[in-house]
């Protein structure tokens, strides 16, 4: 016990230094991680990290899904609800369709159900690589929904088909009729129970007298309690943990404090962070292995499985996006969709966006050992080899040439408008200065006149209202941006010297620790209320 502690505290450290070079060299964490955990999976002192392959579903999945989940615009999901269902559902079948029928002709020992197996391991892509990819370069806010929205769901799906082909592998039955009934049985009750389980801890969270900290142990708890509920009654988990925290991430101004929603963003970002960057360098660890219990005569020809499986994820992605856009085309003639003409740009960004990560990992690692007692898992090393291949494959080759790809698509933005991010911030500003003297005045007009603190609140909205006019009649949004600039970089400093005036006063007997603690802490929130104020115009 005393060496996994050291070990996995070495390795969280490796992920931080890892993350810190990646962005110095300017390329997404993830291919980082993977490329590092190669030669770390030959170093003795680490061979020994590995986790039970039944408790990957369990520690990883439910966390990074309801991160993901309560991070996911649902006014995007809902606006791009077809294109991402379109990717989620169909798309997904039909690669693992294709992988099945094509690993099961071409790889001896392959039965249809361990193709289905392989093809439900590996359809899925990654939104933690995409996103960290997609971070550095220049696309529309739609492509990055929709890449979100898809891989949300394809998770969920994904890890469906999965199950079935594992469960037909073990007992090796599979009855068409039953497996579809039982499939839509599977999804239908697993969002029914996430959202009964969503439903329970919002009224825990609305109606009992929970604090800050209670809060967001509490939003630990319910992925897990989303989790464990649906798989108790062989549904499924995934999508029980994508459903309720969808619920909950919709409705979080109405049972989450301020401040209960300011510290679970942080302590959440920080956990997620930890759990991809284990699971992207447990990938590099793990390969080693794989290739050893391989063997010599089993490389050559599992290396050709691989390249052919990973061609045709990647060939399938393509014809799927083209695919989508055509059917896109044919229904907007029926009914009203986002985006009736989507061009070729999109299907090609899209159709290089697949690389694969986390949830692969995950579903391979936990392919059993052993089939019944005394029966290895057929095939469970190659299976293994295949889908960190097509990781590793599909992470650096796709993964270091998307922002290429991307600057020579040169899509432009569909969504782009004459209302720019600056002009759109000084339109909500206005209206929030309106809405604020207009309750000033209507229910507080006795004490903005004789109240200083009132009376200075109310200046304060005036003054903003009276620049806004000012740069609305001048048109200059330019000026604007300037003001904004200096209005920070003042403000900053401001905030700096103060809390080194707090630090000072500190030292001094007579005045108190806790009342400087409490200061500084405001001073900290005012500077986060700084820095996303202007974040979420860049």
Known sequence: MHNTVIQYTCL??????????????????????????????FVPFLRGVEIQPELIFVIFLPPLLYEAAWNTSWKDLWKWRRVISSFAFPVVIITSCVVAFVSAALIPGFSLATGFLLGGIVSPPDAVSASAILKNVKVPKRFISIVEGESLLNDASSLVVFRFALAAVLTGSFVFRDAATNFVLVIVMGVLIGLAVALIFYAIHRWLPTSNNMDVVLTFITPYAMYMAAEEFHFSGVLAVVSGGLFLSFRQQQFLSHRSRLQGVNVWEAVAFVLNGIVFILIGLEFPVVIKNLGPDGLRPAILYSAIITGTLIITRFASTFGAIVVTIVMSKIITVADPNPGWKAPILLGWTGMRGVVSLAAALSVPVVLSPGHPFPNRDLILFITFS?????????????????????????????????????????????????ILDEEYHEQAMHNAMVKSVKLRYSADMELLKDWEKDDNVDRAEEYYKDYRAIMAHLLSEQRKLLLTLNKKENISDTLIRHQLELLDLEEEKLRQHFEAGE
């Open 390 to 438: 097509v990781i590793l494959v599909t992470l650096v080759l796709q993964g270091l040439t998307l922002p290429a790809m991307v600057k020579l698509v040169n899509m432009p933005d569909p969504d782009f408008t004459d209302i720019s991010i600056a002009q759109q911030r000084q339109l909500v500003r206005k209206k929030l200065s309106h809405l604020s003297l207009k």
């Open 12 to 41: 969280i450290a490796i992920i931080l230094f890892s993350v810190m070079l990646a962005q110095k060299i300017k390329i997404a964490y993830p291919i980082l991680l993977v490329l590092i955990g190669l030669p770390l999976g």
